[in-house]
């Protein structure tokens, strides 16, 4: 949001929005006169963003079901792009790069969000790497959608610019994610993670149980005196702009 800076006026598209909540930080900066429009392929994101902007009170935004990689906007429809952890996870990210670059207006800016390395997140990765040295799942493709395929040095800025935008900064953002306890995070871990869900549907009780296990040693360092799990993490967030 700091790096997009949107003001007063200022048209706003957030892209794969999931429950919205970027989309409605920008809201109160681009009054008066501004437009928010939250979009993500889901309906049922569509929905949970609804209601909770009805919850937070904001009564004047615009809701569309929009693939990122096919818009139906118009060229040189919007002042800003907000994508946060979703352009990774688009099949045809090229073409919703493109899509980025298509709307922007001139001197429009798109801000992105990705995860960094796996390595460096793992909140999110202990499960998988643990299923994997007790050889009950394969090394997962990297170009395939999921949250690290954008995380190589230098990988986000050469997509953005290959749309045609011009990069202006990249920076890496820590972050802690936090949980009450390890047997919260494994319970929320299996609800967000679709390889983790459809790892454990196929495993035994005993393998699902050994996964868990090795699982919460990994994190078991980040435990601090109360029980409560935090763990750091390592977001990169690019800022591009469209030629004016």
């Not at 980025?100 to 460096?120: C, D, Q």
């Not at 994610?177 to 390890?182: D, I, M, N």
């Not at 699902?208 to 750091?232: H, K, N």
């Amino acid at each position: 949001m700091e790096l997009l800076d949107p003001r007063p006026g200022q048209s706003v598209l957030e892209l794969a929005a999931g429950p919205g909540d970027t989309g409605f930080l920008a809201y109160p900066r681009i009054l008066p006169g501004g437009q928010l429009l939250t979009t993500d392929v889901a309906p049922e994101m569509l929905e949970a963003a609804r209601r909770r902007a009805a919850e937070l009170g904001l009564d004047n935004v615009r809701f569309a079901v929009e693939d990122a990689a096919s818009l139906t906007l118009a060229d040189a429809s919007v002042d800003g792009v907000l994508c946060r952890w979703g352009l990774m996870l688009v099949p045809d990210m090229e073409g919703a790069a493109a899509e980025i670059a298509r709307v922007l207006r001139p001197g429009g800016r798109a801000a992105v969000a990705v995860w960094a390395s796996p390595e460096e997140n793992e909140w999110m990765t202990a499960s998988g790497r643990s299923a994997l040295e007790l050889g009950l799942m394969e090394l997962p493709d990297p170009d395939a959608p999921g949250p690290f395929r954008l995380s190589g040095d230098g990988r986000l800025a050469s997509l953005l610019e290959d749309a045609g935008l011009r990069v202006e900064t990249v920076e890496d953002v820590p972050l802690t994610w936090r949980a009450p306890s390890l047997g919260a995070w494994w319970a929320i871990t299996r609800d967000m993670s679709r390889m983790l869900a459809l790892l454990l549907q196929r495993l035994t009780p005993d393998e699902a149980e050994a996964v868990r296990v090795a699982s919460e040693r990994r994190l078991e360092r980040y435990i601090g005196p109360g029980g409560e799990l935090v763990v750091p993490g390592l977001a990169r967030v690019a800022l591009a702009a469209r030629a004016g």
